[in-house]
């Protein structure tokens, strides 16, 4: 009997029954394999209750085979820990054990990974929380947050500096926590259901509304016209625009070159308005629903985002000329956070924070759906690894979304079928599974949809790209200053509530 | 006393320039020029929180810093009116003067025991300690050029006359602009607009302040830099033009001291931290050169 199974397309669904379930020592033995090449990536691993044990699932994503393998495994003990093998894996059985109290030994730190202690004893206070810390006369500790300064979310950074420099940093998050999969799960209907999906994370509303949707469809296994998924991968190519062109702005705020920062705000609002002209929201809420939409793009509309993406694009290719060319600016860029493509590949990194350091990683060309499969895309990488290499990356990213959109926009001239309207009443196949990935600005979301015998959803799981990247954030700042934490992490900009869930 | 109320005068109105000046380069229209000047009224009214760890220093400091600057705008001359106080060797009295009131500044910040304005006072010190010597190697070449020793006499005895003297006098101004850029925590050092704890030097020590005496801190910021902006607007202003064009060619010099730097803050990036030392030692060498120009030139 086969180990795992090995899928090519996504999203994709497949009954339980038809799972295999290997001993743990198999599976052990199967993903040390599978995630030893460099492309290979661990998608998610999680648990579901299953009666009086735990069903563990696991999705492993290859970038260069361009396929995905399914693997799982049953128990309640104690297990032994891959995380001194496979280091990337160290977040997955941390928030398992969290959830489910499963000791996995060897596991070098088993820190909780939402709850100050674990999810049984949240009562613990905040307050009481055991940072690492070092015992010494010349190093100092620097606490910040979890409330910030700025308009941002909540999250602890525990600093142990020499002087000015970074020996290591701890971040404590979890304080946006909303129980955003129990939400997902149970006693839910449709609509509710997408409304949750949208709100996981405020800046991906349309990427994370995308996966819930793609998972929903995958599991019905309904048919939908090809431009319903060419109006998706526009909106989300728009968040990527917006997103990009404010994290931009961001950065320059951080060094305090106003000029970039006020033109890349304005830049911005232009990419922003126009998904409010489309949908009346500006973050794309109510615009991606499951089995169809309400707002069909076509005739007026699609000129006006053609125009105004050309407006929003004149003037931001020549500020960011400019701005990535300027000595006070490079000098505050290039060679600050440096993270390596070998470390970049150990903590399984995702999205940008992997291409950034010369990881062709881009679930739109490893394992696109169906509507990145009618063009032909090539992701931007760079291979510097430093806040420079994330702008630059920023940067091309704008242009190439540009480019998408507007050769999608022209796939949906010749494109003339009527979109349904969503559907929120469809009944789910029973004991499935199914599961949908998309490359958000990011990187990789992944929702996944386990039903149980009623065809009810018996477990929801997501997956925000910010939960591998928040460890190459701690890479970055090692041995760099401390004052350049604030543009190493705007460099990143990840997702504390996508984390917290 | 004329120049002593205008170098008051002048205070109140360049904050407002260099807000005006930054949001006009940015595509903005901005606040109005006495915005600050209402933000500074409400803050009087308002009662201080002192925290409970603090001690007496924390209460004494703003209003030192305060009494320290204002002392030493006695000491600015205007043309040949002459200055309130006038010593022989008075800008080494300037100096330690504006010294003392910051060094009242960094106990404080230490006083509150954050974590945050022990780093922003330790930054803070290290850029006062090292732009020290440029500015006393500044002053000494100007009286070294005009063989006086105060303030007074040095600044109505400049003339740039020749082509010489006026590459000097172009280095020493761009001297002086920087020293008060560092001096007033101000780009490329420090970024007195950033919200950030880890990355602000001035900011992060004052912090702790609220109402009455973050109001004293921040007129204390306007007035210091005014006395910069002052001594080059001196030094341009002629002693023998009538006194009402020279006290109009003085504000005037003085507000585009202001539009001066709010364009300099608009159109460049903030140094990194590390690399401020490197900066600042920079300004002592070129005082150096000053020094080393005027000295061969005058033969001595």
Redesign the interface.
């Given at each position: 009997m086969k180990d795992t199974i090995t899928i090519s397309q996504q999203p994709y669904s497949l009954s339980l029954n038809e799972l295999p379930i290997p001993d743990y020592s198999v599976f052990c033995k199967v993903v040390t394999h599978l995630l030893s090449k460099e492309a290979a990536h661990c998608v998610n691993y999680f648990a579901v209750p299953d009666k009086d044990s735990l069903l563990f699932l696991c999705l492993i994503a290859n970038d260069e085979a361009h396929t995905i393998d399914i693997l799982a495994h049953k128990g309640g003990g104690p297990l032994a820990s891959l995380t001194p093998v496979i280091p990337a894996l160290h977040i997955f059985e941390r928030e398992i054990h969290e959830n489910y109290g499963v000791q996995f030994e060897g596991h070098p730190w088993l820190k909780p990974v939402r709850f100050a202690r674990d999810s049984n004893g949240n009562s613990y206070p905040m307050d009481d929380y055991p940072f690492y810390s070092i015992d010494s006369h010349e190093l100092?500790?620097?606490?910040?947050g979890p409330v910030h300064?700025?308009v941002i979310e909540p999250g602890h950074f525990r600093f142990l500096c020499n002087g000015?420099k970074v020996l290591h940093l701890e971040i404590q998050l979890g304080y946006q926590h909303r129980g955003v999969e129990k939400l997902m799960g149970e006693g839910r209907n449709g609509l509710q259901r997408a409304v949750c999906a949208e709100n996981i994370a405020g800046d991906t509303a349309v990427g994370h509304s995308i996966a819930h949707a793609s998972a929903l469809e995958a599991l019905t296994g309904v048919p939908l016209p090809v431009n319903l998924y060419l109006e998706r991968a526009i909106a989300l190519e728009l968040e990527r625009m917006a997103m990009h062109i404010g994290d931009t702005a961001a950065l320059?705020t951080?060094?305090?070159?106003?000029?970039g920062?006020?033109?890349n705000e304005?830049l911005r609002t232009i990419v922003i308005n126009t998904t409010q002209l489309w949908c009346g929201n500006r973050f794309g809420k109510g615009l991606i629903r499951p089995f169809g939409t309400h707002y069909p793009l076509s005739g007026e509309l699609t000129s006006r985002v053609k125009k105004n993406l050309k407006e929003a694009m004149k003037r931001f290719l020549p500020m960011s000329d400019r701005m990535l060319s300027?000595p006070?600016?490079l000098?505050?860029y290039e060679g600050?956070g440096i993270v390596t493509r070998e470390q970049v590949v150990s903590i399984g990194a995702v999205g940008m924070a992997a291409r950034m350091a010369g990881l062709n990683r881009d679930i739109r060309h490893s394992h696109p759906d169906e509507a990145y499969r009618t063009i032909h895309f090539y992701p931007a990488v760079r291979d510097s690894g430093d806040v420079m290499a994330r702008a630059l990356l920023r940067r091309m990213e704008v242009e190439a979304s540009c480019q998408l959109i507007l050769d999608m926009l022209t796939l949906l001239e010749q494109e003339k079928a009527e979109l349904p309207l969503p559907d929120y009443s469809l009944s789910l196949p029973p004991d499935s599974l199914s599961f949908s990935m998309v490359e958000g600005w990011r990187g990789e979301i992944c929702h996944t949809i386990l039903t149980d015998s009623q065809g009810k959803i018996r477990h929801y799981k997501v997956k925000d790209p910010s939960l591998h990247n928040w460890m190459a954030l701690t890479l970055a700042v090692r041995d760099q200053?401390?004052?350049?934490?604030?543009v190493c992490n705007k460099s990143f900009n990840l997702s504390y509530c996508g984390h917290d869930l | 006393m004329l120049n002593f109320i205008l170098v008051l005068l002048s205070a109140l109105l360049i904050p407002g320039i260099i807000i005006r000046t930054k949001s006009l380069c940015s595509g903005r229209k901005g606040p109005g020029l006495f915005q600050p000047l209402r933000d500074v009224r409400v803050l009087l009214m308002k009662g201080s929180v002192i925290s409970p760890v603090t001690t007496v220093i924390f209460r004494i400091a703003p209003s030192l810093a305060m009494a320290t600057v204002i002392t030493a705008s006695m000491l600015i001359p205007m043309g040949r009116q002459g200055a309130v106080i006038s010593f022989a060797g008075d800008f080494v009295f300037f100096s330690y003067l504006l010294a003392l009131g910051k060094f009242f500044m960094i106990l404080a910040a230490l006083d509150t025991g954050s974590s945050f304005e022990g780093m922003g006072a330790n930054r803070e010190a290290l850029y006062s300690m090292l732009v020290e010597p440029a500015f006393l190697l500044l002053m000494g070449t100007f009286a070294m050029f005009t063989g006086y020793t105060s303030f007074a006499d040095i600044f109505s005895h400049l003339n740039f006359g020749n082509t010489f003297t006026l590459i000097a006098g172009i280095i020493c101004f761009y001297l002086l602009i920087q020293i008060s850029m560092i001096e007033n925590s101000r780009l490329p050092v420090d970024d007195p607009k950033t919200h950030l704890e880890l990355t602000m030097v001035h900011e992060v020590m004052v912090l702790d302040y609220s109402g009455f005496d973050l109001a004293l801190v921040h007129m204390a910021t306007w007035i210091k830099f005014t006395m910069f902006g002052a001594l080059i607007s001196n030094s341009l202003v002629p002693p023998d033009w009538h006194i009402a064009w020279q006290i109009l060619l003085f504000l005037g010099l003085q507000m585009l001291f202001g539009i001066m730097i709010g364009l300099m803050e608009s159109f460049r990036a903030r140094n990194k931290m590390m690399k401020n030392p490197q900066f600042i030692l920079s300004l002592t060498a070129i005082a150096m050169m000053a020094f080393a120009m005027v000295l061969i030139f005058m033969n001595k």
């Open positions: 100092h500790e620097v606490g910040v300064a700025g000015e320059c951080d060094v305090a070159y106003q000029l920062q006020v033109v304005s300027m006070s600016l000098a505050r600050i200053e401390i004052s350049d934490f604030p | -």
